[in-house]
């Protein structure tokens, strides 16, 4: 099961950290991911990262302005969002991928939290 928290209404330039915290599961061994949706729109792939936090992967979108981390301690997964723009406004989704290391297909995505919706003003 997760949950997931943080979002709010922000205007331009400011930043937000979204968490997510996992229960049920041998969180280290899965990795885990971030997406968004946006009205209209299909859910995009934002970022996921690898079991043991190794290794990242961001979409081109949000490279160089959101970090994602996970603490496998506290079963928790976050998502630092830096520079927010307008079009960064969605309900943000946080999911558990099948197996330990990740890919960007919702498919391939096992569990899903409840989404939580950021905001963006200009």
């Known amino acids: 099961q997760l949950q997931a928290s943080g979002g709010g209404l922000v205007q331009a330039g400011d930043s937000l950290r979204l968490s997510c915290a996992a229960s049920?599961?041998?969180?280290?061994?899965?990795?885990m991911g971030w997406f968004r949706q946006a009205p209209g729109k299909e859910r995009e792939f934002v970022a996921a990262?690898?079991?043991?936090?190794?290794?990242?992967y961001y979409a081109d979108s949000v490279k160089g302005r959101f970090t994602i981390s996970r603490d496998n301690a506290k079963n928790t997964v976050h998502l630092q969002m830096n520079s927010l723009k307008p079009e960064d406004t969605a309900v943000y989704y946080c999911?558990?991928?099948?197996?330990?290391?990740?890919?960007?297909?919702?498919?391939?995505?096992?569990?899903w939290g409840q989404g939580t919706q950021v905001t963006v003003s200009s």
């Open positions: 999911a558990a991928h099948r197996s330990y290391y990740y890919s960007t297909a919702p498919v391939d995505f096992a569990s």
């Open positions: 049920g599961r041998t969180f280290s061994r899965y990795a």
């Open positions: 990262i690898s079991g043991s936090a190794g290794s990242t």
